[in-house]
T-cell receptor
Framework: AQSVSQHNHHVILSEAASLELGCNYS??????LFWYVQYPGQHLQLLLK??????LVKGIKGFEAEFIKSKFSFNLRKPSVQWSDTAEYFCAVNAMNRDDKIIFGKGTRLHILP | DAGITQSPRHKVTETGTPVTLRCHQTENHRYMYWYRQDPGHGLRLIHYSYGVKDTDKGEVSDGYSVSRSKTEDFLLTLESATSSQTSVYFC?????????????FGEGSRLTVL
């Protein structure tokens, strides 16, 4: 069965610091990959997604992620974080041609210090 | 925002009582999902539906049942609620055409089982 691992459970950064959140998945076939964000008190919303093509994908609010197939990784990055980026971030994977289940990682809680 | 309504938004109940959560969508999307969100566990898939009367189990389906008699409604039932089912429940929908897989989430239903 497919699974998703997020390496960091809680990250604390100062404003303007660079961010990288790790995500690895465990399915050997073709996948769709996602990062979702949940701001305090809100529901999840899509940050960015990878289906095919350029492995470097750009999302909203200056976030980007790089798909490295050989490493089964899809790490999220942002060069300079802001206080408003404080949220919980979830990596998710959909194993294509298998079923339509989308499996989430356990999440990384990001806290930005002003 | 996608037209997804969850009800009730908050519920407190006692162990052993039945509980039904409702998810209603106005997007005519084929796929509907129920997730639960717990600290340290992220989002875990309970059940999902890929059409009217077509449902399947997710990662944590024990103790839950679902029904989908109309495209727009997906019901999650706890036949006999237990304290371990205290959680925030999110409904999500997806077109899932060409395995796009992007999920749109409802606002969540917070369930407390005493």
């Amino acid at each position: 069965a497919q699974s998703v691992s997020q390496h960091n459970h809680h990250v604390i950064l100062s404003e303007a610091a660079s961010l990288e959140l790790g995500c690895n998945y465990s399915y050997g076939g073709t996948v769709n990959l996602f990062w979702y964000v949940q701001y305090p008190g809100q529901h999840l919303q899509l940050l960015l997604k990878y289906f095919s093509g350029d492995p470097l994908v750009k999302g909203i609010k200056g976030f980007e992620a790089e798909f490295i197939k050989s490493k089964f990784s899809f790490n999220l990055r942002k060069p300079s974080v802001q206080w408003s980026d404080t949220a919980e971030y979830f990596c998710a994977v959909n194993a294509m041609n298998r079923d339509d289940k989308i499996i989430f990682g356990k999440g990384t809680r990001l806290h930005i210090l002003p | 925002d996608a037209g997804i309504t969850q009800s009730p938004r908050h519920k407190v109940t006692e162990t052993g009582t039945p509980v039904t959560l409702r998810c209603h969508q106005t997007e005519n999307h084929r796929y509907m999902y129920w997730y639960r969100q717990d600290p340290g566990h992220g989002l875990r898939l309970i059940h999902y539906s890929y059409g009217v009367k077509d449902t399947d189990k997710g990662e944590v389906s024990d103790g839950y049942s679902v029904s989908r008699s109309k495209t727009e409604d997906f019901l999650l039932t706890l036949e006999s609620a237990t304290s371990s089912q205290t959680s925030v429940y999110f409904c999500a929908i997806s077109e899932a055409t060409s395995y796009t897989g992007e999920l749109f989430f409802g606002e969540g239903s917070r369930l407390t089982v005493l």
